[in-house]
């Protein structure tokens, strides 16, 4: 299993009036909702990187707001099982691998530990599960032998290439999720890495569950013939796996809502009977030059690159937290510089000594958060406090410790790590 370092999260006195629940907005229902258990163990699932390239800014984007969620069910007093794969077999890795000249296996670790790196510089609570593909291939195929039995499996008739796939339109639901007709499904299958043309099919959206060996490819040995996991029965079999079935929390980038989520929430309906997740959130999509970020178009501004250039993590993690998650919106260096300048006031306070009392701001902070997770505002409360502070003279300085404390437990922005 992979991991990364763990995070130190302060714990902080309860506040007054603040709602008790985390309010999402779920993709199914198209509705917020209270999100994770009243007491006990909230759990979570976020699709993680095919890692053949670096960690740009959507990646990041995506990561930061599932960290809120986790931060958000911290400070109620939750435990958070929280899991995350990490695709180190898939077609897009073998290629890169070929065209590069690398080692497939080399370059996976080399990209997942840079975006382990990234990560950690910016201080996202590492996950509890964070499995690989490889290591799920025993979980995978339990799985597609358990879906045998419900009529939904078969191969494709390819003397050749007899690959297994599952009847996806045909399970209990299908379509609750993505609210698409099947010619917006079959679009988005396409370009999404689908293949509804692939001849044998009994039905285009069928999804993939094992592609037998192919020459010069990676393969394992299984009862279903030598070969590697399709992708979305990667992320059911880990889920279930690591969660169990009707999870709080099904989470990634907007861009995963069809096919993936769709498709694996078929999967896990028919394997076990009860939902996938209760819960469908995802993040908006970052551009650049006015295209979604894309390891495809290259269109990419790289954490890593920023940091290289000097740019301090916790002056990009405000970039980002400075959008709503749910919101779609274009990166530019004006984002840096605001953040940046944000980390100076609220860092002034702190050189000047003096503050205001904190306990209201930060429960009006958690109250932004709890509600749809909505960052901005709690920035926003943030810099009032902060610039109301600079404004006295006295010298008590309870509320800076209150408040770097919030901070750094709530938004994950560490103001000592400034220097």
Known sequence: MYSWAPVDVPSLPPSDGVPRRLRLHDTATRQLVEVGPTSGEARMYVCGITPYDATH????????????????????GLRVNYTQNVTDVDDPLLERARDTGRDWEELAEDQTELFRSDMEHLRVIPPTHYVGAVESIPSVVALIEQLLPSG????????????????TAAAPGFGAISHLDEGEMTALFTERGGDPDRPGKRHPLDCLLWRCARPGEPSWTSSLGPGRPGWHIECTAIALDRLGPAFDVQGGGSDLTFPHHEMCSAEAVVASGQPLATAYVHSGMVALHGEKMSKSKGNLE???????????????????????????????????????????????????????????SI?????????????????????????????????????????????????????????
């Open 152 to 167: 939904l499996v078969y191969q494709v008739d390819d003397p050749e290439h007899p690959d297994w796939y599952f009847q």
């Open 302 to 360: 790289l954490v890593s690159r920023l940091r290289n250039k000097g740019a301090h993590p916790m002056a990009i993690r405000l970039a980002l937290l400075n959008h709503h998650y749910r919101s779609d919106w274009e990166w530019t260096d004006a984002d840096l510089t605001t953040a940046t300048e944000r980390l100076d006031l609220w860092r002034s306070v702190i050189n000047n000594g003096v503050s205001l009392p904190a306990t209201e």
């Open 363 to 419: 429960a009006e902070l958690r109250r932004a958060l709890r509600d749809d997770l909505d960052a901005p505002r709690a920035l926003g409360v943030v810099d009032t406090w902060a610039a109301a502070s600079l404004a006295i003279d006295g010298d008590d300085s309870t509320g800076i410790r209150e408040m770097v404390a919030a901070v750094d437990a709530l938004l994950g922005v560490r103001l000592d790590l400034l220097g």
């Open 57 to 76: 800014l959507g990646h990041a984007n995506t990561y930061l707001a599932f960290d809120l969620i986790h931060r958000v069910w911290l400070d109620l």
